[in-house]
């Protein structure tokens, strides 16, 4: 019995390890895309400027369009990077941005985020 609980609590351990260096790569990467995006944005705020600036840094997705654009104050969304896991080969974190728009075409806000998705084949 105590075999089975140190072996449990040892699994935990080294996933929960595993878990946290995922977590640690992921936000370097948020926190490397805020500094890109700072100075690009301290070189010009202009939307056409910055457009052209992340079609030649954000990531190349074949599949879905990049860039969500709207010059309506709405948020504007692009996919910037796609981190696989090193943990889980079934898990990945998108790195996006959401920025604001003003109406002489500024761009006045933004946030840069990460979210995890896992893909597993369901058993059944």
Do not use: H, P
Request: proline fraction near 0%; charge should be neutral; include cysteine.
């Amino acid at each position: 019995m105590r075999l089975v609980i140190f072996l449990t609590f040892f699994i935990l351990l080294g996933c929960s390890e595993q878990q946290e260096a995922d977590t640690k790569i992921t936000k370097q990467a948020v926190d490397k895309w805020n500094a890109k995006i700072e100075e690009q944005l301290q070189i010009s705020t202009e939307y056409n400027d910055f457009e052209v600036w992340l079609s030649s840094n954000a990531i190349k997705d074949d599949k879905i369009s990049n860039m969500v654009k709207s010059l309506s104050g709405i948020s504007n969304s692009v996919k910037l990077d796609k981190i696989v896991s090193k943990t889980d080969s079934n898990c990945y974190s998108n790195i996006s941005l959401q920025f604001e728009v003003s109406g002489d075409s500024i761009v006045v806000n933004y946030k840069v985020s990460a979210t995890q998705v896992c893909r597993y084949k369901n058993g059944i």
